[in-house]
């Protein structure tokens, strides 16, 4: 059909770059001409509303037979600077296999829209790589073998599409069914931390499946092309983000390598790398744990909890677990004080500013009593502190610590770990900030925080840690604003 030009302008009045748009449209006609525009009300997630302009049409697939997939297109009031919300249209006979690249209710998700940049995509490209991922995988179904020969039928048409709401039948791929209780993790980075991870996880036992996600530029190295070569069960490598699609927890462990001059600059470019990152593992992973081990880890979580908008009990980071462990582990078995071991935490943030602390209240009699104690406690703490000193952060030690963490995750456990939460509300904390303390960790990450001592020097190093992450925090750009 030929584009009304004239009717759509008037339609697109509000749309920033409408002849760009246009032109856009076009191209699109030119190459698919069954398409139809119209102008519709689109739902947001948060429940606002947007008219829209909605594309929508069928694209011919080869998946043995030829197929007409009905889809439409969401184009945004800022195209061509914004990728298009991508959805399929299936008639009153047809279902959606939930796959790699398509949801349950019919979102598509591709490595195209992740990497949408003007001039260079466009949605005639966009297009295309939507044929070729469903012709690796059918995104539809005949929901009656009687009904084979209607699909490429267009009955009806979803004149308001609202994310989360459909009346659609889904289908999962093979095992399907399972998909809920199947323990899938991604390790999002592939450097020396990202191998230990994943190695680390795969060597516990507890996920059915592991996906190194690769996001360096070029041909695989080093470690990862290693792991191409000596492939390991259950371990897949992959550059798409929709190969994370359904996982039960993600870890984060990449860091910017650019050439920053302060530290502020550092964390501003760890800020830009996971603005490119956690939306679209919160895309492909709605109901997943976020486990943040990149650096810094406080600042971190932090900035993953506000770009996913997950609940503050799904993003945690690796924070002061692997130092409890050890810290509990010289207090027991080098230092013989078993009793002070198994209540002993180390807490805030990470490195030299951690603070030793404890779970369970002195019983002592009278105050002298318990000075005494607590002064006896805080020189065999001050010992294993020594001794905790000589141990660093090496990666396949925070590999260890990450699997220790996604196995209680994973397998429910509800063990206590020191890892960094949102600390607001707790030790007098007001600002929004993440600080190690020990909770209770289960599948759907953080189930309650424990109370610790009250300790008048650990509360005030707490507090210090705390003002100055939140200095930092108020000097980052998190897109165009700064982040609070």
């Known amino acids: 059909m030929e584009l009304r030009e004239e009717a759509l302008r008037k339609q697109l009045g509000k749309y920033k770059f409408r002849d760009l748009t246009i032109e856009e449209l076009k191209n699109v006609i030119k190459t698919y001409p069954n398409f139809v525009f119209s ?16 594309c929508s049409g069928t ?16 184009i945004m009031d800022s195209h061509p600077f914004a990728p298009p919300i991508c959805f399929l249209k299936p008639t009153v006979n047809m279902g959606i296999s939930v796959g790699k690249h398509v949801d349950a209710h019919g979102r598509i998700y591709l490595p195209y829209l992740q990497s949408w940049s003007h001039p260079k995509s466009t949605v005639t490209g966009l297009i295309e790589e939507m044929i070729a991922k469903f012709e690796e995988e059918l995104p539809l179904y005949s929901l009656s073998s009687s009904d084979a020969a209607r699909q490429s039928e267009l009955l009806s048409y979803i004149a308001k599409i609202r994310e989360g709401e459909t ?24 450097g020396d931390l990202g191998m230990a991870c994943v190695l680390a996880v795969a060597a516990k036992g507890a996920a059915d499946k592991v996906v190194l996600l690769d996001l360096s530029e ?27 699609a359904n996982s039960k927890v993600v870890v984060l462990t990449v860091n910017s390598l650019g050439n920053a001059q302060t530290y502020l600059d550092v964390i501003q470019s760890n800020v830009d790398l996971f603005r490119g990152i956690i939306p679209a593992i919160s895309h492909y992973s709605q109901n997943s744990v976020l486990l943040v081990a990149s650096h810094p880890v406080e600042i971190m979580t932090y900035v993953s909890w506000k770009l996913s908008a997950f609940p503050k009990s799904r993003v945690v980071g690796i924070g002061g677990n692997l130092d409890t462990e050890r810290f509990q582990y010289i207090l027991t078995n080098l230092l013989k004080a078993e009793v002070l071991g198994k209540d002993a935490w180390i807490v805030g943030e990470q490195g030299e500013d951690k603070v030793p602390s ?5 019983s002592a009699a009278n105050q002298t009593d318990t000075m005494a104690a607590r002064n006896s406690r805080e020189k065999v703490a001050n010992r294993a502190l020594e001794v905790l000193k000589g141990k660093g952060q090496r990666s396949w030690s ?4 990450v699997a220790d963490l996604t196995d209680s995750i994973l397998k429910d456990k509800r063990k206590v770990h020191s890892i960094s939460i949102l600390a607001k509300g707790c030790c007098n904390i007001n600002s929004e900030v993440f600080l190690s303390l020990p909770c209770i960790l289960g599948t759907n990450g953080v189930i309650e925080m424990i109370k610790l ?12 840690s705390a003002a100055s992450i939140h200095d930092l925090q108020q000097q980052l750009k998190l897109c165009s604003h700064t982040v609070r």
């Open 358 to 362: 404890w779970t369970s209240c002195n």
């Open 218 to 244: 070029g041909a695989a190295k080093g470690g990862t092309m290693d792991l191409e070569i000596f492939s390991l069960p259950n371990v897949e490598i992959s550059k798409d983000f929709s190969a994370s």
């Open 39 to 54: 102008m519709n009300t689109y739902t947001f997630k948060d429940g606002s509303q947007k008219d829209l302009l909605n």
């Open 59 to 74: 694209v011919p697939v080869k998946y043995g037979n030829s197929y007409n997939i009905p889809i439409c297109l969401w």
């Open 453 to 464: 001592e009250e300790d008048p020097l650990m509360l005030e190093k707490l507090q210090s």
């Open 398 to 401: 925070v590999g260890l610590s």
């Open 167 to 190: 009346d659609m039948k889904s289908k999962g791929k093979i095992g399907g069914d399972k998909d809920g209780c199947f323990n899938k993790i991604t390790v999002v980075g592939a």
